[in-house]
């Protein structure tokens, strides 16, 4: 379904923020998920210990 969410268009995001070099300011993990803010911005969100930030 286009513009639908799956687990593929998910697995891309991820490995396009890796490749970017993005990682968590407060504990330095790559494991970082990027969300819809509250405002339409971007945010992050570190998966590993939680920590969010735009």
């Known amino acids: 379904m286009p513009g639908g969410c799956n687990e593929e268009n998910d697995d891309q995001l991820l490995a396009a923020i890796a490749r970017a070099g993005l990682s968590c ?7 970082v998920a990027q969300v819809l803010g509250d405002n339409g911005g971007i945010s992050y969100v570190c998966t590993a210990c939680g920590h969010s930030w735009s």
């Open 25 to 31: 300011p407060s504990c330095g993990s790559s494991h």
